[in-house]
């Protein structure tokens, strides 16, 4: 319920003034925006060669997941209410995210989210920063997976409490128009 003051009108101004509901409070989201050193190396982009895993890099990773699953299967079961209430417990360890967007040009925009906003919410503020707004883009987490799900908090996608995404561009540039 909103309280309102009387309207008042004067004869030399006709104006009429009401008191305006309280707005909410705004969350500052410590906007940075970080440039490369114009000293600095150009970005080196690694053939598609070097991601390709070497026999021993293999059996190590395969070794690493079986441990991984045989520590799983040798632990007590919970129960949902156990599992939800330890859930609960590390989202309010973390009510905050960081998040890094690294552009193209190697520019990086960083800004502070509640973690229980939305995926879409971060996309919504990466286009309000844009020249070109209306273009097409993804927010990719390192290596190659993307956030495509909008209504999923940033702590159930892994994105808290900090998180580096890559920005790519989905449909080429138009003519005249410039990349960010």
Same mark, same amino acid.
């Given at each position: 319920m909103s309280t309102t003051t009387p309207t008042v009108s004067t004869p030399e !101004?006709?104006?009429t003034t009401q008191s305006a509901p309280e707005p909410e409070p705004t969350f500052d989201r410590q906007i940075k925006m970080l440039q490369p050193p114009s000293n600095a &190396? @150009? $970005? #080196? /982009? =690694?053939p598609e060669s070097f991601f390709k895993l070497t026999a021993n890099e293999i059996k190590s990773l395969y070794k690493s997941h079986?441990? %991984?699953r045989e520590k799983l299967e040798n632990k007590p079961l919970k129960t949902q209410? #156990? *599992?939800? @209430?330890e859930e609960l417990d590390r989202m309010k360890k973390y009510p905050r995210t960081t998040i890094r967007i690294r552009f193209p040009d190697s520019t990086v925009l960083q800004a502070v989210f +509640? !973690?229980?906003e939305k995926v879409g919410d971060v996309y919504d503020f990466v *286009? !309000? %920063?844009l020249? %070109? &707004? /209306? $273009? +097409?883009? =993804? =927010?990719c987490l390192p290596p $190659? !997976? +993307?956030l495509v799900e909008p209504m999923q908090t940033l702590y159930k996608a892994g994105l808290a409490p900090a998180s580096n995404l890559t920005f790519v561009w989905i449909d080429k540039a138009l003519p005249g128009q410039q990349g960010k």
């Open positions: !101004s006709n104006v &190396p @150009a $970005r #080196i /982009e =690694l079986v441990e %991984t209410k #156990i *599992r939800q @209430a +509640k !973690s229980q *286009r !309000s %920063t020249k %070109t &707004p /209306e $273009r +097409k883009f =993804l =927010l $190659r !997976s +993307k």
